[in-house]
């Protein structure tokens, strides 16, 4: 998602009153860091190991018929039993993931939605100030961006937030089988993304109609 609102930033930029899109370079730079973040997370918090190869071997082996040596995965375990007391604890580097990754969703969210109010407002503005057609297309790009940006947060960001933190809730995720439509809306979203481009510009929408009919 860090990703996502950097198209917002540099637009916000380029159109900001006191011209900050000489300093574009900074937004790569922040996007970078936030994905640079990201990686580090899931890296060092949610990928395999020791304790969590042998935490979810029996559950994997019993409804996949795999073994957690043989396979690749990112688990979270939130709660573990004390080996010394027998009580119950946080694992602290996924609880630490957890709140790595709600940060970063936090600050790139406000950034998504304070850009985006704020390119709305002056397209809206200058639309009263440009030719009709060069504000159709200004729109047609803000709302391509918009919607590019709303496609993966249902089909990529959701099921995936929804996935990290119903372990936590003490909810069983694996009713509604999430972690098997997962991979297929992740697969289907470049495929979406593309017909956005293609409904939302007027002269895409023209030609693929004129292509038909």
């Known amino acids: 998602m860090s990703l996502l609102s950097f198209n917002f930033v540099y637009r916000y930029s380029i159109i900001h009153d006191k011209g900050c899109g000489r300093y574009w370079y900074v937004w790569p730079m922040i996007s970078g860091f936030l994905l ?4 580090c997370a899931a890296i060092f918090f949610v990928l395999p190991c020791d304790y969590f190869d042998f935490y979810f071997r029996d559950s994997v082996h019993k409804k996949y018929g795999l073994e957690t040596m043989e396979i690749g995965y990112y688990a979270v375990v939130y709660v573990k039993e004390n080996e010394l007391t027998g009580l119950s604890e946080f694992y602290s580097p996924s609880v630490f993931c957890l709140g790595l990754v709600a940060f970063c969703q936090m600050i790139t969210g406000c950034l998504i939605v304070f850009c985006g109010y704020y390119l709305y407002r002056n397209i809206k503005i200058a639309s009263n100030f440009v030719s009709g057609v060069a504000a159709k ?10 919607l590019q940006t709303i496609t993966p947060c249902f089909l990529v960001y959701i099921p995936g937030s929804i996935l990290i933190v119903a372990p936590l809730l003490d909810t069983n995720a694996d009713i509604n089988k999430i972690e098997e439509i997962q991979p297929l809306l992740i697969s289907i979203f470049p495929i979406i993304d593309t017909i956005i481009i293609l409904v939302c510009f007027r002269g895409f929408r023209k030609a693929l109609i004129g292509m038909y009919y």
């Open 36 to 39: 640079l973040t990201w990686i």
């Open 137 to 146: 297309v200004h729109k047609d790009l803000f709302w391509t961006l918009v």
